[in-house]
């Protein structure tokens, strides 16, 4: 697997209103793209720290993933995503090395990327996300 950077940090936030202006205000980023990803159930917003994005994730359905994991960890982090090349080899190598996947082929996530998800049972407690540029 060729990893290239960590992409982005994700961080399940309650209110993405709110949490834009902290990051804004207080640690003075600029938020540079609003988004809903639909079928993730989820509103993103990102800022742009060096070369690593910071993604805030805001949930549209209670039910969703970030919805559920706010209900039982409350906000935070919740994943780590890192750009690869070719990701579908990345996937079939994660899983040829034990890893259970969330996704077993890449679909859409924000800002247009291929994504797609390891399970945190197999990643030490990380939800990690491979991304990779279309």
Known sequence: MKINKIE???IAVKNLEESIKYYEDVLG??????EEVKDQKVKTAFFLVGETK???LESTDPEGAV???I???????HHVAFAVEEIDSALKEAEE?????????????AEGLN????????TKGVLTELCEHS
């Open 115 to 122: 994504i797609a998800f390891l399970h945190p049972k197999f």
């Open 67 to 69: 919805g559920k994991f």
């Open 8 to 10: 982005h940090i994700g």
């Open 29 to 34: 980023l600029k938020c540079y793209n609003i």
């Open 54 to 56: 910071i993604e805030l």
């Open 71 to 77: 209900e039982k960890k409350g906000e935070g982090v």
């Open 97 to 109: 090395k034990g890893v259970a996947l969330i996704d077993k082929t890449p679909r859409k996530g």
